[in-house]
Each structure stands twice: as structure tokens, then as C-alpha cells.
């Protein structure tokens, strides 16, 4: 069974920045592909960035430029580092994986997540 346990979650002011942890087992570690998406209550899940097992990146236009997303082979680990936090990135984030293709638009019907990490962003 896959595991992924995400961390790094907080509450921050407007600007500032987080990174979020994800640590998987070495099952979910293989998977082509592994990213974050996010769901805030009453609204849709959507899917932030995605990274392929070649390291290419995709990001949501919402997102593009202020969030990055990459991975510790050693240790395992997604990351999600998020800068200059506005309040609509207030969400539980999700790490997740899945198998190819890589998409964004896939990313949040994976049956391989974790059981999340809030975020909160006040103005």
C-alpha cells in the first residue's frame, strides 16, 4: 500500500512562505509521476504542480512563479515551496502520485494520496 505523509502546513500573513513536506515509501517513490493538489471546503479539488521521474515541472497558472515543486531522491521527499502566499491559496494540500501521463488534470483523481496539510493565509 502507498503511503505519503505531508508536513509543513501553518498559518502565515500574506507574503510570506511555506514549504511542504511529503515523505513516501519507496512503492510511491517509483511512480512516474508525483505533485500536489489542494481542496478548500466548497470548492473543487485542483491540482497546484506535478513532477515527472525526468524532473519536468508543470504549474498551475495560478500558482506560476511564485510556488516551486521538487524532490530529495535520498531522502525520499516531495516539496512544495510556496512564496508570497495570497489568501486564496488557503487550502488542505494533498501530496499525491499516480502513473503517466503526467498531468496536472489527472493529479487530483489519484487513488495515491496522503491525508494532507492545511495552509492558511491572512491578510
Known amino acids: 500500500q502507498v503511503q505519503l505523509v505531508e508536513s509543513g502546513g501553518g498559518s502565515v500573513q500574506v507574503g510570506e512562505s511555506l514549504r511542504l513536506s511529503c515523505v513516501a515509501d519507496?512503492?510511491?517513490?517509483?511512480?512516474?509521476?508525483m505533485g500536489w493538489f489542494r481542496q478548500a471546503p466548497g470548492k473543487e479539488r485542483e491540482a497546484v504542480a506535478v513532477?515527472?521521474?525526468?524532473?519536468?515541472?508543470v504549474y498551475a497558472g495560478s500558482v506560476k512563479g511564485r510556488f516551486t515543486v521538487f524532490k530529495d531522491n535520498v531522502k525520499r521527499t516531495l516539496y512544495l515551496q510556496m512564496n508570497n502566499l495570497k489568501p486564496e491559496d488557503t487550502s488542505m494540500y494533498y501530496c499525491?502520485?499516480?502513473?503517466?501521463?503526467?498531468?496536472?488534470?489527472?493529479?487530483?483523481?489519484?487513488?495515491?494520496r496522503g491525508q494532507g496539510t492545511q495552509v492558511t493565509v491572512s491578510s
Open positions: 519507496e512503492y510511491a517513490y517509483m511512480s512516474y509521476c
Open positions: 499525491a502520485t499516480s502513473g503517466p501521463p503526467c498531468a496536472l488534470a489527472l493529479l487530483p483523481d489519484s487513488a495515491y
Open positions: 513532477i515527472d521521474s525526468s524532473g519536468d515541472t
